[in-house]
């Protein structure tokens, strides 16, 4: 078992994930509902340019900045990538079931396990590797292949999945540099900009309506991103990541009632593959990380030597 701080709170962990799901969830929705009548990186565009007004409160951190040019750099490519993310995204939403967006935005996290391997440095053990492997037979589950027409929209949510992996691994990078509301800052700053040239090559006007959808979706996205950082404050995120699951039940009763879309069976089974490989990749990582602070905790016993690293869990 894994021993949780004396603080955790878990009611109110889970209490803020359910809110996050339900403020991602609503994210979603919205842009469903909106669907094509704007392009999407147009709709992408105006809903990032909206969500500035909510960086008001960090411009004491923001104008206090001094960037290096490595910095500026990272945050630059960061803002690239997670641009072209938020597009295909948007395009996704357009095209495929609320379900299938949800269940395949669950292969992020695996994306992001194989990158911190391969460009951190961070050890794979073959355990893991099964779990990576486990996860992409959940969305061959989902996408079936040979059964079914594979979409563009299922190309491009496969195409997110890999560029929010590559946008979260910067975002590590760089919290052991800045600070949190730093990153977000700046995030939300690049993105806005890359997605202007894209956004002006296919511009139609927007309505008032459309423009006020998408301010909810800015504001509700920025709430969902607030209220997991409180859960993950609140508790570990061996109690909260489980709650995440909750995201695909939503939205699968969202787009049968909404939107007419038909409840598929195989998505559910996908999504709950994938999410039982990330959420054992999460309780692995858990593990490692207590006992690597129990190992630098515990007091080097007479005789014993040069004092030994962490052991790293399979």
Known sequence: MINTPATSRPLLGVF???VTGICFVAVTALVKYLGDDMPAAQSAFIRYALGLVFLLPMLPSLRALTLTRSNMTVFTLRGFLHALGVILWFYAMTRIPLAEVTAMNYLSPIYVTLGAALFLGEKLAMRRILAVLVAFIGALVILRPGLREVSSG????IGTAILFAASYLM???MSDQVNAAVVVGMLSITVTIFLAPFAW??????TWTQIFWLFWVAAFATGGHFAMTLAFAAAPITVTQPVTFL???WAVLLGAIAFGENVDLFVILGGGVIMGSVLFITLREAQLRQQTRRAEAAPTHPGAGAKQGPTILP
């Open 201 to 206: 090559a296919v511009w139609v006007p927007p």
């Open 16 to 18: 803020w994930m359910l």
């Open 171 to 173: 975002a590590k990078r």
């Open 247 to 249: 995201q695909l039940v």
């Open 154 to 157: 299922h190309i491009a949510m």
